[in-house]
């Protein structure tokens, strides 16, 4: 089964890159977090992968998997945005033209931190009914004791 869902991923994978289309394609798929988990593992960049395995492990268990998927999509088109205006050498555009991809690449930052924001807001609204109960639990198990 993990074979044949690795098989599948794989032609999902993008030579160099991914485009929002794709990335729309994969935030809907059936993948789920093992999938996901998979296609963070093939991201090159190591400081990337830290930090999409650190938004995994800290929302996983309290949102939508799909929603898992679309921000990971959104922070790797925002990363390849950032490499193609760092490549772009200010000679070989116009100035319009740089600016026109800055705000984009703003926007899309803009846009992925809202979704951040609510599924992290999603996940504290899950956990702390929980955490209120440990914390009951132990002052009822420390008042027993006494």
Same mark, same amino acid.
Not at 23 to 32: I, M
Not at 109 to 117: G, I, P, S, T
């Given at each position: 089964?993990?074979?044949?869902?690795?098989?599948?991923?794989?032609?999902?994978?993008?030579?160099?890159?991914?485009?929002?289309?794709?990335?729309?394609?994969?935030?809907?798929?059936?993948?789920?977090?093992?999938?996901? =988990?998979?296609?963070?593992?093939?991201?090159? @960049?190591? &400081?990337?992968?830290?930090?999409?395995?650190?938004? *995994?492990? #800290? $929302? %996983?268990?309290?949102?939508?998997?799909?929603?898992?998927?679309?921000?990971?999509?959104?922070?790797?088109?925002?990363?390849?945005?950032?490499? =193609?205006?760092?490549?772009?050498?200010?000679? @070989?555009? &116009?100035?319009?033209?740089?600016?026109?991809?800055? *705000?984009? #690449? $703003? %926007?899309?930052?803009?846009?992925?931190?809202?979704?951040?924001?609510?599924?992290?807001?999603?996940?504290?609204?899950?956990?702390?009914?929980?955490?209120?109960?440990?914390?009951?639990?132990?002052?009822?198990?420390?008042?027993?004791?006494?």
């Amino acid at each position: 089964m993990i074979s044949s869902l690795k098989n599948r991923l794989s032609s999902l994978l993008p030579p160099s890159g991914i485009s929002r289309k794709g990335a729309l394609a994969l935030s809907s798929s059936t993948a789920g977090v093992d999938g996901l =988990r998979w296609w963070i593992d093939c991201q090159s @960049n190591p &400081t990337l992968q830290f930090e999409l395995r650190l938004s *995994l492990f #800290l $929302l %996983e268990e309290h949102v939508y998997s799909g929603d898992l998927w679309r921000l990971v999509m959104a922070r790797q088109i925002e990363v390849m945005q950032e490499e =193609r205006l760092y490549k772009v050498q200010p000679q @070989n555009c &116009t100035g319009t033209d740089r600016f026109a991809k800055e *705000l984009e #690449l $703003l %926007e899309d930052k803009k846009d992925r931190a809202q979704l951040e924001l609510s599924l992290y807001s999603q996940a504290m609204d899950v956990f702390r009914p929980h955490l209120r109960c440990m914390y009951i639990m132990l002052c009822c198990i420390r008042a027993w004791k006494y």
